[in-house]
């Protein structure tokens, strides 16, 4: 018993420092990474503080990855680095759909534009584990280069984006509850390894969710987006014109497909894409050139900008009869 009694505190002591070098660690490493934005809105004769937030370095070249609705309606403002050094930014390009944006730091004089910027070192949200260490590193409040810890609560969520007049799920949205406040929009989510997974984007609260945050993934799907928007200032995505949920087949139509859910339309938009090629509510998407849709999130996946104002085949369950409809999607515009 007393044995027992003396050997749990210095187990408990030993977790504890196991645990916060791991934080030190991270933070060691992050920190240099993440830069407190100070957002301004352009006004006659000079700039007005607009709002703040964060951002993650992402290449030595002054790129710069945030949360598109930290720089909504901004064309620039102050990026300040961990040491202290500050310099103007631009807005690079900004896409709400998925709320992440690039700016572009400017240093001035014959100052290199790599001097002090230290990028980044980007993981893969899809290998994390419920229950995984994460730490958020960000400027809540105003209060730069602030760091909390916590786990990964849950993955998979989706969080609804919208560019005001058009909606979209962001998918495999990751629920942490490290601690997260205003601010650290487009701050780090990383890992044990210092390797950043996410981009804080949303604080679930007060009062009816406290202790849960949001954080925009950093996966194959997304770093295609960060990489639009890097060479081009703007995601480009094809248009079809309809709502659509998850639902499962009926027996003989999946025995016959091979498949055990499609995506039936609930409504298409008059004299959209979708329309135009007779899609119709209550049929039942099952195939986009051959690749089978489950879900809204496969849908939005395959409406890249390779497939604008092409003919794209969908494979469709019509009143239990399966059919091949052509739809020529349009550019999708705010």
Same mark, same amino acid.
């Given at each position: 018993?007393?044995?027992?009694?003396?050997?749990?505190?210095?187990?408990?002591?030993?977790?504890?420092?196991?645990?916060?070098?791991?934080?030190?660690?991270?933070?060691?490493?992050?920190?240099?990474?993440?830069?407190?934005?100070?957002?301004?809105?352009?006004?006659? +004769?000079?700039?007005?503080?607009?709002? %703040?937030?964060?951002?993650?370095?992402?290449?030595?070249?002054?790129?710069?990855?945030?949360?598109?609705?930290?720089?909504?309606?901004?064309?620039?403002?102050?990026?300040?680095?961990?040491?202290?050094?500050?310099?103007?930014?631009?807005?690079? @390009?900004?896409?709400?759909?998925?709320?992440?944006?690039?700016?572009?730091?400017?240093?001035?004089?014959?100052?290199?534009?790599?001097?002090?910027?230290?990028?980044?070192?980007? +993981?893969?949200?899809?290998?994390?584990?419920?229950?995984?260490?994460?730490?958020?590193?960000?400027?809540?409040?105003?209060?730069?280069?602030?760091?909390?810890?916590?786990?990964?609560?849950?993955?998979?969520?989706?969080?609804?984006? %919208?560019? @005001?007049?058009?909606?979209?799920?962001?998918?495999?949205?990751?629920?942490?509850?490290?601690?997260?406040?205003?601010?650290?929009?487009?701050?780090?989510?990383?890992?044990?390894?210092?390797?950043?997974?996410?981009?804080?984007?949303?604080?679930? @609260?007060?009062?009816?969710?406290?202790?849960?945050?949001?954080?925009?993934?950093l996966n194959d799907?997304?770093?295609?987006?960060?990489?639009?928007?890097?060479?081009?200032?703007?995601?480009?995505?094809?248009?079809?014109?309809?709502?659509?949920?998850?639902?499962?087949?009926?027996?003989?139509?999946?025995?016959?497909?091979?498949? $055990?859910?499609?995506?039936?339309?609930t409504s298409v938009?008059?004299?959209?894409?979708?329309?135009?090629?007779?899609?119709?509510? $209550? $049929?039942?998407?099952?195939?986009?050139?051959?690749?089978?849709?489950?879900?809204?999130?496969?849908?939005?996946?395959?409406?890249?900008?390779?497939?604008?104002?092409?003919?794209?085949?969908?494979?469709?369950?019509?009143?239990?009869?399966?059919?091949?409809?052509?739809?020529?999607?349009?550019?999708?515009?705010?």
């Open positions: 018993m007393g044995v027992g009694s003396e050997a749990s505190p210095v187990s408990e002591a030993e977790a504890l420092d196991a645990y916060s070098s791991v934080v030190v660690r991270v933070a060691e490493r992050v920190l240099q990474s993440v830069a407190s934005l100070r957002v301004m809105r352009a006004v006659a +004769g000079g700039r007005l503080p607009q709002g %703040s937030g964060s951002a993650v370095v992402l290449a030595g070249d002054g790129y710069l990855l945030t949360s598109a609705h930290v720089v909504e309606g901004s064309n620039g403002g102050v990026a300040a680095l961990a040491d202290g050094r500050e310099y103007d930014f631009d807005v690079v @390009g900004a896409d709400r759909l998925s709320d992440l944006a690039v700016v572009r730091v400017r240093l001035n004089g014959s100052t290199p534009l790599t001097a002090g910027l230290v990028p980044a070192v980007l +993981g893969d949200a899809d290998t994390l584990r419920v229950g995984q260490l994460v730490v958020a590193v960000g400027s809540p409040l105003g209060y730069a280069g602030s760091v909390s810890a916590g786990v990964v609560s849950a993955v998979g969520r989706s969080l609804t984006a %919208s560019n @005001g007049r058009h909606a979209r799920l962001v998918e495999n949205v990751i629920q942490t509850d490290a601690a997260l406040h205003p601010g650290n929009s487009g701050g780090a989510l990383a890992t044990s390894r210092g390797d950043v997974v996410g981009i804080n984007t949303a604080v679930i @609260g007060p009062g009816i969710g406290q202790g849960l945050g949001m954080a925009v993934p799907t997304t770093k295609l987006i960060v990489s639009a928007l890097m060479h081009d200032g703007r995601v480009r995505r094809a248009y079809l014109g309809v709502a659509a949920g998850s639902r499962p087949l009926p027996p003989r139509a999946a025995a016959r497909l091979g498949l $055990e859910t499609g995506l039936e339309v938009v008059a004299g959209s894409p979708a329309a135009r090629a007779g899609l119709r509510p $209550e $049929e039942v998407i099952v195939a986009v050139d051959g690749t089978p849709v489950a879900g809204i999130g496969d849908l939005q996946r395959l409406m890249t900008a390779s497939r604008i104002d092409q003919p794209v085949r969908f494979t469709v369950l019509r009143r239990g009869d399966v059919v091949d409809v052509d739809v020529v999607p349009v550019e999708l515009r705010d």
